[in-house]
Nanobody, 117 residues
């Protein structure tokens, strides 16, 4: 059974930092691309950052220079370091694992991040 469990969300003042973690089980973690998505109240879910199985990373323009995605294949965990948080970063942050096949897509339950104004 595949499980993705996010943690690390919380309330933080503008300008502060948080580090999200996504612990994966039930998959061959090293072959999966890992992504972080967020959904703000009243808005659609959007991709924030992605790290491929070769370590390449991509970021949404809104978080470039502030957020860093990383992965530890030995620990089956992906991370999202969020610095200089803004109120606009508020939302429910989801972890996604995307494997080689079209059916190999899994999601976590999400962790809430609130950046105070």
């Amino acid at each position: 059974q595949v499980q993705l469990v996010e943690s690390g969300g919380g309330l933080v003042q503008a300008g502060g930092s948080l580090r999200l973690s996504c612990a994966a089980s039930g998959i061959i973690f090293r072959i999966f691309a890992m992504g972080w998505y967020r959904q703000a109240p009243g808005k659609q879910r959007e991709e924030v950052a992605r790290i491929l199985n070769n370590g390449r990373t991509n970021y949404a323009d809104s978080v470039k220079g502030r957020f860093t995605i990383s992965r530890d294949n030995a620990e089956n965990t992906a991370y999202l370091q969020m610095n200089s948080l803004k109120h606009e970063d508020t939302g429910l942050y989801y972890c996604q694992a995307a494997g080689p096949g079209p059916e190999d897509e899994y999601w976590g339950e999400g962790t809430k991040v609130t950046g105070s104004a």
